[in-house]
Nanobody, 124 residues
Framework: QVQLVESGGGLVQAGGSLRLSCAASGRTFSSVAMGWFRQAPGKEREFVAGSSRSGSTTYYSDSVKGRFTISRDNAKNTVYLQMNSLKPEDTAVYYC?????????????????WGQGTQVTVSS
């Protein structure tokens, strides 16, 4: 089992930045791949970014590539999502996720473990 707790969401103006954090517990952090998903009202859940267990390989959706950066600190059992140049269409609940492999999250658009979500609102 992996428990995930997100933090760092909030309200920001378009063009601004936010950094989300996700603290993991319950299993050796370096044994799981980590990812971020988001879901806007009335829309399906969307994969945003993923990191391999070591952090050496990352994946991004086309909609955030070049603006968002996923990173992880295995010593702190924490994964981050740095979000820059935010747009109103980035408004959503952002979920931290964990699974055996990042490829599984990318292909299945799902994950084995989920956090409770944190709201990100970008005003125009």
């Amino acid at each position: 089992q992996v428990q995930l707790v997100e933090s760092g969401g909030g309200l920001v103006q378009a063009g601004g930045s936010l950094r989300l954090s996700c603290a993991a517990s319950g299993r050796t952090f370096s044994s799981v791949a980590m990812g971020w998903f988001r879901q806007a009202p009335g829309k399906e859940r969307e994969f945003v970014a993923g990191s391999s267990r070591s952090g050496s390989t990352t994946y991004y959706s086309d909609s955030v590539k070049g603006r968002f950066t996923i990173s992880r600190d295995n010593a702190k059992n924490t994964v981050y999502l740095q979000m820059n140049s935010l747009k109103p269409e980035d408004t959503a609940v952002y979920y931290c996720a964990a699974d055996i492999s990042v490829q599984a999250m990318v292909l299945n658009l799902s994950a084995r473990y989920w956090g409770q979500g944190t709201q990100v609102t970008v005003s125009s």
